[in-house]
């Protein structure tokens, strides 16, 4: 189990160390020199020696190989360095912008956690099998809507037509719910298609035969003896869809009008702020890093035949 535990934090940290290794290379390759599109506007009325001391003070000369060691350093000292545009340091906006983000993805997840239970469930219950293939073609259709469109749509509906949410000054909550339901649809897609293929498929065991021999109804089957089971698997797709949460909060901060970490990269993006840029790649990598960790150590604890080595070798 400690081997266990040390290689998946061994793992956890390549891929850190490799996400901010590509991102600081695909950064640098970007074409244009942001300080001097900054700097060298005319409304600021600096000097040629003035602009040089700014770029000796971030840096921008040295070497790629000096700024990488440089910034690495920095990284792990938990200093993410000067935002070029704001001029204050990225730590102060992301304690800003960061809380608003993981609140948004934290309710989102629940959501869609939620949804996809009631779609398997709802499925598996269902009484007609016309019934069960319409709830199970549910989830290709959320998958195949795009996120922009579903924030638009949902916006139209539910504030525009039918005014239940308010979009002009609405309350810390209020604000949250079209976003969140914009997170939760195509998240609780992959998750619902998982859970009615592992019910189906654990429907078969031969220890839900012998239950339902017993006398076991169908609810209670499916509740008691079923639903343990299929849970378990969906871990793992639900660790790798914390990534595409992150992604797709950026586009839904976008349309609403949030402040979050989406707002603040469209406007790094827009200007060229490395730093922010780089810090929001290593911050998402982290999220996502930690949440896949929790999920490999979690797995031994749910499941008990992964604690000895037969189990884990099988």
């Known amino acids: 189990m400690t081997q266990y535990v040390i290689g998946r934090i061994g793992q ?3 891929v850190l160390w490799a996400a901010f290794t590509l991102s600081f290379i695909l950064l640098q390759a970007m074409p244009g020199d942001a300080v001097l599109i900054k700097f060298l506007n005319p409304e600021f009325g600096l000097s040629a020696d003035q602009v040089a001391e700014i770029r000796a003070a971030y840096a921008v000369d040295s070497s790629v190989i000096v700024q990488y060691g440089h910034t690495l350093v ?11 545009q704001a001029g204050v340091p990225v730590s102060a906006q992301l304690a800003t912008n960061l809380p608003p983000t993981l609140k948004l993805a934290g309710l989102g997840f629940l959501a869609a956690t939620l949804l996809a239970v009631f779609i398997a469930f709802l499925s598996s219950m269902a009484p007609f099998a016309w019934l069960r293939n319409a709830i199970q073609s549910l989830p290709s259709l959320f998958i195949s809507v795009p996120v922009f469109w579903l924030a638009i749509m949902l916006i139209q509906i539910f504030s525009f037509r039918f005014r239940l949410v308010s979009v002009i ?8 719910v079209l976003p969140v339901a914009t997170l939760a649809v195509p998240i609780a897609a992959p998750l619902a298609q998982i859970l009615i293929r592992n019910i189906d498929e654990i429907r078969t065991r031969p220890f839900v035969a012998v239950a339902r021999a017993k006398g076991a109804s169908e609810t209670r089957l499916l509740w008691r003896h079923v639903a343990r089971n299929a849970i378990l698997p969906t871990l793992t797709i639900a660790g790798v869809l914390f990534g595409e949460l992150i992604a797709g909060a950026v586009v839904t901060e976008t349309v609403f009008g949030l402040n979050g970490i989406g707002g603040l990269t469209e406007k790094a993006v827009g200007n060229q702020d490395l730093s922010v840029l780089q810090a929001v ?30 189990g884990a070798a099988a």
Do not use: C, H
């Open 12 to 14: 956890a940290l390549l």
């Open 74 to 84: 920095n990284f792990l000292q938990g200093d993410f360095g000067y935002s070029l």
């Open 169 to 176: 000054n609405p309350g810390p909550w209020e604000s949250l």
């Open 281 to 310: 790649v290593v911050i998402s990598a982290a999220a996502f890093v930690t949440i896949n960790l929790a999920v490999d150590l979690a797995y031994p604890l749910l499941d008990p035949r992964l604690r000895t080595g037969q």
